[in-house]
Structure formats: C-alpha cells, structure tokens
Nanobody
Framework: QVQLVESGGGLVQAGGSLRLSCAAF??????MGWFRQVPGKEREFVAA????????YYADSVKGRLSISRDNAKNTVYLQKNMLKPEDTAVYYC????????????????WGQGTQVTVSS
C-alpha cells in the first residue's frame, strides 16, 4: 500500500525557518513535490524534485527562500523553508508522481494528509 507521511509543520515567527519531511512507503516515484493550500483557494505548486536526476523546480513566489531535496535511500523528500512570511501560512501537501511530474496537481498520483504551517507576523 502506498502511503506518504508528512511531518514538520507548526507555528513559526516571520523570518524563521522550518523543515518539512515526507516519507514515501510502498514504492518509489519519478517525482515528488510539495503543494500548499489556503481556505477558499486552489492548491498551488511550491516545489518538486525528480528522483533520478535530482532536477528541482520552484514556484516563483518561493525561489530563494525554499529548498527541496531528497534522500533516495530513505525514500524521503524534504522542504527547507527559510525567511518565512505570513503569506506562507497554509496546509502543505506532499505529492508523488509515478511519471515525470511538473507543477500541476493533475500530474501527481498520491498525496499526503497535509501539515499545517502557520507564520505569525
């Protein structure tokens, strides 16, 4: 059974840092990524990393502040978040694609349960 297990969310002050983790169980994936969602808005792409080549993709709004990485041995992807802003407050979802994924929700096949990140001003 495929499962994505997220951890690392919480409350942090503006300017602070957090690291989210997502461990995949059941199989490996071509691409793993992170999306975020706030109430009343669509889920939006944050970052993604391919498994084979380690290519990384970022949303323009987070470039320079967030860094995605993966540990193939642990089948885990990380999202290091620095210089957090109140507008980064959202539920963050880990996502996994069987085939090379991108920046669209429809390209991902499996999703984690979501972890809340709240940035206070």
């Amino acid at each position: 059974q495929v499962q994505l297990v997220e951890s690392g969310g919480g409350l942090v002050q503006a300017g602070g840092s957090l690291r989210l983790s997502c461990a995949a169980f059941g199989r490996t994936f071509s691409t793993m990524g992170w999306f975020r969602q706030v109430p009343g808005k669509e889920r939006e792409f944050v970052a993604a990393v391919t498994w084979c080549g380690g290519s990384r993709y970022y949303a323009d709004s987070v470039k320079g502040r967030l860094s995605i990485s993966r540990d193939n041995a642990k089948n885990t992807v990380y999202l290091q978040k620095n210089m957090l802003k109140p507008e980064d407050t959202a539920v963050y979802y880990c996502a996994a694609a069987r085939y090379p994924g991108g920046t669209y929700v429809r390209q991902y096949d499996y999703w984690g349960q979501g972890t809340q990140v709240t940035v206070s001003s």
